[in-house]
């Protein structure tokens, strides 16, 4: 009998520090072990470039960087980010070379749309594992056109409807709906990548920053048109808190791993030097920290919630999904983050807060601890 395939997959990861393993440290052990391990590559790779005008607050770390990816276990990385671009044609390049020489498999971005749409896919024992990556997330041109380098979009339009057209000023509902085009591409890429792989991962860079619980409408749109053509799996990132897990047809949706690997603005030296050495002063900054209440008491780079984190866990077996699981993360002040231990009172706090969130988004999805995992009930 032949043993299960492991893969893991976590949310957005920035290592940037003196010594970029140690953000690792307490994590590389389980990350290891995983047949596949994937992640979300946050920052730009480079030490060059000027930043973009259009990029709100520029996120980079050096090229080295990929090489502590690497060395934490990591083997597929999608670089489909909001931040691609933040540092032009030179810094997005360098990425892409860092990423390759360290030997990762990147996914989502590329020289053009063709190469941002090619999936990765990996054979585990005659098991075949397919990788797409989009961002639903963009500044003006970060995504990939048939000439320009960017990331694999997956855009959406937001629409807002005046509840009581009577009444000025009052409140509105917000719809949001996927770009025609996109979708037909990631089905097209769903179709393909299914005819070559026996399961399919779908990684997507989406969502609402910040705000507890609450999913875009598109994101369903999404996620269910790419379940209904063939996806098994789905891990979404972006947001910088967990949001809830969805079951679908029986496949697991991850709205939203949170943050991983992210440091504290203050370790972000060059990416601070273009605001004058202070990313908090910033008006983006306090725009940002106006969506989540609780923000505004901390003292940290982000709200409270985000430093409650997870590692995706899939096994595979007999090129199908057995189970997903996750195993809950705690995120300290070092940033360097933890796996936690069922009887570590942060186990239970991280685990009811993807059961509140889950029920607040009306999902009824159904979790069971077992030792140190969570397990997600897929049938």
Not at 203 to 214: C, D, N, P, Q, T
Not at 338 to 363: A, G, P, Q, S, W
Request: hydrophobic share 35%; aromatic share 8%; charged share 25%.
């Amino acid at each position: 009998m032949s043993k299960d395939i492991v893969i893991y997959g976590v949310g957005d990861v920035g290592p940037c520090r003196d010594n970029l393993d140690s953000i690792f440290d307490h994590v590389r052990h389980v990350i290891k072990e995983g047949d596949i391990s994937f992640c979300q590559l946050e920052p730009v790779l480079t030490d060059r470039g000027t930043p973009l005008p259009q990029a709100r607050l520029t996120c980079s770390s050096s090229p080295e960087a990929a090489q502590a990816l690497k060395n934490a276990g990591f083997n597929v990385v999608s670089f489909a980010t909001n931040h691609c671009m933040d540092w032009g044609r030179e810094g997005f390049y360098d990425t892409l070379d860092a990423l390759k020489s360290a030997g990762l498999n990147q996914v989502g971005a590329g020289r053009n749309l063709d190469e941002a749409r090619k999936p990765v896919i990996m054979d585990v024992n005659g098991t075949r594992i397919a990788f797409l990556a989009y961002c639903s997330i963009l500044p003006q041109d970060y995504w990939a056109t048939e000439r320009r380098q960017g990331c694999a979009p997956l855009r959406a339009y937001t629409v807002y409807e005046q509840i009581e057209h009577d009444q000025p000023g009052t409140p509105c509902r917000i719809h949001s709906y996927p770009h025609r085009e996109d979708m037909k591409n990631m089905l097209e890429d769903i179709k393909k990548a299914k005819e070559n792989a026996d399961i399919v991962v779908l990684s997507v860079h989406w969502g609402i920053h910040f705000k507890e619980a609450e999913i875009a409408e598109y994101q369903r749109d999404y996620a269910y048109a790419a379940i209904d053509n063939g996806v098994d799996l789905i891990l979404g990132h972006h947001a910088h808190i967990l949001k809830p897990i969805e079951v679908y047809k029986g496949k697991a949706i991850f709205y939203s791993l949170g943050n991983f690997a992210m440091e504290e603005i203050g370790n972000m030296k060059r990416d601070l030097a273009v605001y004058g050495g202070d990313h908090a002063s910033s008006k983006s900054f306090k725009e940002m920290k106006n969506i989540a209440p609780k923000w505004k008491d901390s003292n940290r780079s982000f709200p409270p919630d985000s430093y409650k984190s997870m590692i995706a866990k899939c096994t595979i077996s007999e090129n199908k999904i057995k189970t997903v699981s996750y195993l809950p993360v705690d995120i300290p002040e070092d940033c360097a983050a933890v796996v936690l231990d069922k009887n570590d009172i942060k186990f239970k706090e991280v685990n009811d807060y993807v059961e509140h969130i889950t029920r607040t988004e009306k999902m009824d999805t159904i979790f069971e601890v077992k030792g140190n995992e969570v397990f997600i009930k897929l049938d």
